[in-house]
């Protein structure tokens, strides 16, 4: 199946049947021709609903992406070994928090979620309340939920440039703000920095900590505190 351009408003149309030969134009040319896939280059007129974009993913579970909330695509790239080193320890010390205060699920950088402004994004971690998401059905559990985590945690690049650069990141915290997210974290290991994200009320959007050594929680998240030293020792 090929993807239509937004200005089409065309659902996505079969494709002809499959010759035996790899299909021209895909991002992953041994795939079968008949299923979804992901055209090279990207349109930048290309527009998906949060239903085609699921498909999307199904069809292509090697490439990672993200969806705007105006039905843009977001290719995101594999971290680099080191980022993926902090990644580990930021999961690990959520995790350990989650387990000993009870009520909370863990997400791990690989959990898209729907927004309520119908993007899917995918925090490095996030924490989600167990009644919220014992209140989703199955069907939604095993899709992106449709929610909103409470903690969300990013950690940018070393590099300004592409979708894990702080200018991009600091996009990403800012919806999840208006999607309702209690709170954000936004680290920057190359500057010993984080940036903390409040809920719109609160009016914290990115008040900067400079030589950050550690982050609480409270009053969301009574009693967990992240240890930044090592996360930023990498």
Request: glycine residues 8%; contains cysteine.
């Amino acid at each position: 199946m090929t993807l239509a351009p937004a200005s089409t408003e065309a659902p996505l149309s079969p494709k002809p049947p499959c010759t035996g030969s790899p299909c021209p134009g895909l991002l992953i040319p041994e795939q079968p021709c008949g299923s979804l896939t992901l055209p090279l280059p990207l349109s930048g007129s290309l527009r998906l609903t949060p239903e085609q974009f699921a498909e999307l993913c199904q069809a292509n579970p090697e490439s990672v992406l993200e969806l705007a909330a105006d039905g843009s695509l977001i290719p995101m790239t594999p971290t680099g070994s080191e980022t993926g080193a902090r990644n580990a320890n930021l999961l690990f010390q959520i995790q350990a928090w989650a387990r000993a205060a009870g009520g909370w699920k863990v997400f791990d950088s690989s959990t898209g979620f729907r927004l309520p402004d119908n993007s899917v994004l995918s925090p490095d971690v996030s924490l989600v309340e167990l009644d919220r998401w014992q209140a989703l059905s199955e069907a939604e559990r095993r899709g992106f939920a449709p929610l909103c985590p409470d903690l969300v945690v990013e950690l940018a690049s070393p590099s300004d440039d592409g979708p894990r650069g702080i200018t991009a990141l600091r996009q990403k915290m800012a919806a999840y703000q208006r999607n309702g997210a209690r709170l954000g974290w936004l680290l920057i290991p190359a500057e010993r920095t984080a940036e903390v994200w409040g809920p719109l009320a609160d009016g914290k959007q990115g008040w900067r900590i400079g030589a950050a050594t550690r982050l609480d929680g409270s009053p969301h998240f009574p009693a967990l505190v992240l240890e930044l030293e090592e996360i930023w020792a990498g």
